[in-house]
């Protein structure tokens, strides 16, 4: 992937790559995310139990614990914006009588695609809960 090219934006990504590329880099990028998030978590848990030896990392401990809360935060704010995109569209099928039948089927997709990614993101809710 040439990153000069016109069609990419400043990320690298263009945006007239195949699709199978884009997935590829896709599954790259979340393994990379969950890479680090493993390694601030761990990082999180050892600072925290030397805190109580050191008095001087009570500071970093509350850091660490401040962004673990931020990232929970986060996700129930993501759960609960795609839980109003999903009642918007459940409206909009409900009222929609316009609608063709193909327009219908993409708004089941959406929700569907909807539903699935919060069940993706309850399940790394819950795993955060878990940890800690």
């Given at each position: ?37 493993a ?30 809360n931020d ?62």
């Open positions: 992937m040439n990153i000069s090219n016109s069609n990419s934006n400043t990320n690298g990504y263009d945006k007239y790559m195949p699709l199978d590329e884009r997935d590829t880099l896709l599954v790259q990028i979340e393994n990379a995310k969950q890479r680090a998030r390694k601030l978590l761990e990082k999180y848990f050892v600072i925290n139990e030397k805190a109580s030896q050191n008095v001087f990392l009570g500071g970093v401990a509350r850091k660490y614990s401040d962004f673990y990232v929970l935060k986060q996700r129930e704010d993501q759960i609960n914006a795609l839980n109003v995109l999903y009642e918007h569209i459940e409206d909009m099928k409900n009222t929609g009588n316009k609608m063709s039948v193909s327009q219908k089927k993409d708004l089941e997709r959406e929700q569907k695609t909807i539903s699935k990614e919060i069940g993706e993101l309850e399940k790394l809710k819950m795993e955060l809960l878990k940890e800690k």
